[in-house]
């Protein structure tokens, strides 16, 4: 396993273009922008359609928690397929189980098989994000990873805010199993698109493929890596914050305790979604020009300060949406940043299980951080609850304190499988 030390970064490399400027990775960006339009689309129609078969509320989040779970649960299994068997033969896998899971779930007949199905869409989440990851990293080299972090992430972020308007029209054209079967027809055509898209990019030799064994093996010794530590604490901070203070708990705060209506809050977390995606364009330029620090670092500070003051506005309750507008900030600067170390500390063959333990640490805090806060809120109050959210960040923003100061590493770039656009750079 050949890497470069943080040491031996050179701060006077020349950043390279823009990945957009690459054909493949905007072929790539198509394929997670359609899935993630699926995924909005259904969004919207997932707890109705869950109530519709005379469940309580409780019930209906088990329906999310469920697929959460399979998804943490199976991270590093998806990153071993990738090792095995190479990101698109992981692509295509994870898009045909999730197609099969969501057209399940379009038929089911009571609420175990829906609960049942959604549990197996878990699945092929945690294999479809890990190829494709997988193959960005090896197409991309690490001193425009940050770049291609903010372009991949808001990739998702416009499917998922364009789906809910679409799940909700065909919801009431055709009734509330519709969006999950045209979710799942649409992955299969998806699928067929991903075998064309990935076909040309990097092949995976045989000395490269992996047993399950010697993909731990191979990545055990990323753990004494600095870089690809923070990566995975900055993840798990990012999906913490993001689930309990802002979109679960958050939600029930604004409404029970700041008193705003429901198109309010939904105004505050599109605020939030706007926050993410404009600052993605900025910080993923400014962590491959500046170094992994001088992003990540900042944004800790401010997400960790904006979950603190969440819980601290009930005689402002105006203050929520600059708040949220802080806390996307937060969020997606430090993932944008994250995924640059991730990408300085992998090696240039890849590793599917360094990605899979990586998706795994966002998958963690997703799940856990509703339960922790709202039970904290429960038993205390909402201030106190959200103090303690926010010492997370804040230890992990200590963590990135040790980062080297330096721009990223550009000696482990991949050579480009198709000739880069002459078109004016995009930042």
Not at 51 to 78: D, E, M
Not at 379 to 397: M, Q
């Amino acid at each position: 396993m050949s890497r470069v030390p943080p040491e031996a970064i050179e701060a006077s490399a020349p950043v390279p273009p823009s990945p957009l400027r690459r054909p493949e990775f905007r072929r790539l960006l198509a394929i997670s922008i359609t899935v993630a339009l699926g995924f909005g689309l259904v969004v919207p129609v997932l707890p109705l359609y869950a109530k519709s078969f005379g469940v309580g509320l409780g019930a209906v989040g088990l329906v999310q928690f469920v697929f959460g779970l399979t998804r943490f649960s199976f991270g590093i299994v998806g990153g071993l397929v990738v090792d095995r068997f190479g990101d698109r033969a992981s692509t295509m896998a994870g898009l045909l189980i999730v197609s099969g899971s969501s057209i399940l779930a379009g038929l089911a007949q009571n609420f175990p098989q829906l609960v049942l199905a959604r549990g197996v869409g878990g699945v092929g989440s945690a294999f479809f994000i890990n190829g494709l990851m997988a193959r960005i990293l090896r197409i991309i080299e690490p001193a425009a990873m940050g770049r291609a972090s903010g372009a991949f992430r808001s990739s998702f972020l416009v499917g998922i805010a364009a789906g809910p308007v679409l799940g909700g029209i065909v919801a009431a054209r055709w009734g509330l199993a519709a969006p999950f079967l045209i979710y799942g027809v649409g992955l299969v055509v998806a699928t067929v698109v991903t075998w064309f898209v990935m076909a040309g990019g990097p092949a995976r030799s045989v000395a490269e493929r992996k047993s399950p064994i010697e993909a731990l093996r191979a990545a055990r010794p990323l753990f004494g890596d600095i870089r690809f530590v923070v990566a995975l604490l900055a993840t798990f901070a990012g999906w913490w914050a993001i689930s309990g203070p802002a979109q679960i708990v958050g939600v029930v705060y604004a409404d029970d305790v700041l008193g705003l209506t429901s198109s309010q809050i939904g105004i505050a977390l599109t605020v939030m979604s706007v926050g993410e995606l404009l600052i993605m364009i900025v910080a993923g330029r400014a962590a491959d020009r500046y170094g992994r620090r001088a992003v990540l670092v900042p944004s800790l500070a401010g997400l960790a300060a904006g979950v603190a003051l969440f819980g601290q506005i009930e005689a402002v309750p105006w203050a929520i949406y600059p708040l949220l507008l802080l806390i996307g900030c937060g969020i997606a600067a430090g993932g944008v940043a994250s995924g640059g170390l991730l990408a300085d500390s992998i090696p240039r063959e890849g590793s599917g299980a360094a990605i899979g333990v990586n998706q795994m640490a966002g998958d963690l805090g997703y799940l856990i951080s509703p339960t922790a806060i709202g039970s904290l809120a429960e038993t205390s109050s909402y201030g106190t609850a959200y103090l303690v959210a926010a010492v997370p960040v804040a230890a992990v923003l200590a963590v990135s304190l040790k980062l080297p100061g330096r721009r990223a590493r550009a000696g482990k770039a991949s050579p480009p499988t198709e000739p880069l656009e002459p078109a004016t750079p995009v930042a």
